[in-house]
């Protein structure tokens, strides 16, 4: 994110568009998504977690691959971070294989966003080697940009938001359901994965707003029907409304194209710092309360959180309005990064000291 002030000010000389994208998808969601499955994974699974050696293995591999992107070799940063990729997967599956429970159902999904990454990746760099790379480009792009996130936003999301309504933890007796409700959850993930997956092979072909119109569609009524987005919660109302208002932003992020097809990289920020970022601060306090043992804060208005998504929404209308205000286009890239990174500030100096607690 600070690439764009340095940028601006004339720090770094080259254009940090194509780093920004792969540090903010590979390296924070990447973090987010691997971090979040590394630690809730074997839990629910009731496996063992991940011992320190694997943990350092998949640090320093996402280190290199930022690195490299920060030094301008994307395609050596794509590998780097495809290795940390089949790597993590080889682990949950190892944990994975030696259980009998099946992970919630609607972590097929997750499962999509994984493999939608991998091959991204892989259509990436082969498109290089095409004669006319552009379809190819365009479809990895997507898939690894926007499908990478999106899907385990969904499938977490589904599982996880329930709880928000409940104020329950998820334990491994979540797991323990009948094989065909099992199944009929699990068949529905997976065609919701196929549709919008479908949204961006329409997307690369530039069918611009009938993808927006199918993609958001199709998230919003998996959000509502299997997330039960609209409910009302029955315990503590706050957690559960981060989340609500971060689905609904990512949400409207994802139709506007059907609206403003020309405005792209504004409607990619809204989906982003509106939906998938102010959903990653939520879920990640969650998490952290939780293993922290501190659950009796779920029940409080946690005045970090409220502060650190607001400063997110402020970032979210700098940055949009960038692109409608051409002019004042690098002001406001600056101010919505430095007010991004005030956010995330605010939130890491609250949650950084409960990193080394532990319920246990």
Known sequence: MALWPLFVWHAIEFYPAQAH??????GLMGSFIIGFLGTAGPRLLDASPLITGETCLLL?????????????RQTAGDIVFLALLLLFVGMMAQRAGTRSDLPPPPFVLVLFGLLNAIAGIFLITAAKSFTNGFFANQLGGLMLNEGF??????????????????GAKPEPSDLQIATALWLKRATIAALIGVVIWTSFVLEALSWTRTAALVRGTTTLVYFVT????LEKPNGSPFLAHCFRLGALLLVSGLLL???????RLANMHLAFIGGFTVILFTVSTRVIIGHAGQSHLFRKRLRFLVAAITLLIIAMIARVG?????PAR??????????????????????GPKLSLSEE
Request: aromatic residues 14%.
């Open 21 to 26: 994208v792969r540090l903010m998808i590979e």
């Open 60 to 72: 320093v591999l996402q280190i290199a691959s930022a690195l490299l992107h920060l030094a301008q």
């Open 149 to 166: 996130v999106l899907f385990p936003i969904l499938g977490v999301g589904a599982f996880f938001f329930p709880k928000l309504l409940g």
């Open 226 to 229: 299997q997330g039960h987005l």
């Open 257 to 263: 194209p059907v609206a403003l097809p020309a405005y």
């Open 322 to 326: 960038a692109d409608f205000f051409p």
């Open 330 to 351: 690098n002001s406001h890239l600056v101010y919505a990064a430095l007010i991004w990174l005030l956010a995330a500030t605010a939130w890491f100096v609250a949650l």
